[in-house]
């Protein structure tokens, strides 16, 4: 058997940011259930963020605690962008939090109004809520958006992206996600930004989140993956973007990146079928055409 990458399923946090249909709770549950039963051993199931803000998430409590309810084995995480968000997933005893600022200061400040330093401060005061917290002991990972450029800074320091994981590495997150959120990375620049920070950073697990943008998705999967890392970031479908990068496209599918990983000679305990079954009730669900080639391809077949 080969050697395992985690592919997780961000649809339900990113794919539905920017989705103008709202999507109920208890569908957003048959979702998250199907990428259970395909085998997906990880879900970001939502995002704790003000709901005048994002209104998709208004729900967020309801879905978390329904996630948890489904049983099976997989973690529900959500997103987080401040600690006011952190209570409330440490509130219902989440087992994962994925707290996310980015390194662009122009991003940060028009998704959470605070510059980056800010934000790098505020992850220590989630490291204390989630140490002092009765739920024990969820583990808590340290995004940073924008890692590859920004849609409104354009070019984002490397040495700056290499700075923010090593603080929040001291600082003490469980893991280190790198998200190229607008979509502008290529192979190279993934190598570099990744070498350093696994450097960095190790022994803690660096995750890669890729956008497909400019059609590099799979392309720097495949670099990061053969740098070492063993956790990618996917939408069902190819779902996604970001209310405050305008002009990025969706997320790498799901489908996509476990096809490519596959014929790698990994494992990842998904199965394709299932993912299909998924994305066809996004497709229905949402109104939304998904962008999956694997997903086509497997149509016409
Ligand atoms: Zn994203």
């Known amino acids: 058997m080969g050697e395992r990458v985690f592919v997780r399923e961000v ?3 990113d794919g539905l940011q920017l989705v103008k249909r709202m999507l109920p709770a208890d569908r957003k549950l048959e979702w998250c259930r199907s990428a259970v039963e395909a085998g997906v051993p990880e879900i970001e199931v939502t995002s704790f963020v003000p709901a005048k803000v994002v209104p998709q998430f208004a729900d967020a409590e309801e879905v978390a605690k329904g996630a948890l309810a489904l049983g099976g084995n997989f973690t529900a995480a959500a997103l987080v962008p401040n600690s006011k968000g ?5 509130a219902l005893g989440l087992p994962k939090i994925n707290y996310v600022l980015s390194a662009s200061e122009e991003h940060n400040l028009a998704n959470v109004r605070r510059t980056t330093d800010e934000s790098i401060k505020d992850f220590a005061n ?4 989630r140490n002092s917290s009765a739920a024990g002991r969820t583990r808590l990972a340290g995004g940073i958006a924008t ?4 849609t409104i800074q354009g070019v984002v320091s490397e040495k700056r992206v290499v700075e923010i994981a090593a603080r929040l590495a001291e600082l003490g997150a469980d893991e280190i996600i790198v998200a190229d959120t607008v979509g502008y990375a290529h192979p190279n620049q993934v190598r570099r930004i990744f070498k350093a920070i696994l450097r960095a950073v190790a022994p803690l697990p660096v995750a890669a989140h890729f ?16 740098l070492g890392v063993r956790t990618v970031d996917a939408a069902t479908g190819g779902l996604g973007g970001c209310p405050f990068a305008p002009g990025a496209a969706g997320n790498v599918a799901t489908e996509d990146v476990v096809y490519m990983l596959h014929g ?5 305990g998904i199965d394709l079928d299932g993912i299909r079954a998924a994305t066809r009730f996004c497709r229905d669900e949402l109104g939304v055409v998904p962008t999956s080639r694997v997903f086509a391809a497997m149509a016409k077949a």
């Open 264 to 268: 790698l000679g990994f494992e990842t």
């Open 86 to 90: 952190a209570e409330r997933a440490l």
């Open 211 to 226: 956008h497909d943008t400019y059609g590099m998705g799979l392309a720097n999967v495949r670099e990061a993956v053969r």
């Open 147 to 150: 890692a590859f450029g920004c």
């Open 11 to 13: 649809g339900l946090r």
């Open 126 to 129: 989630i490291v204390a809520l």
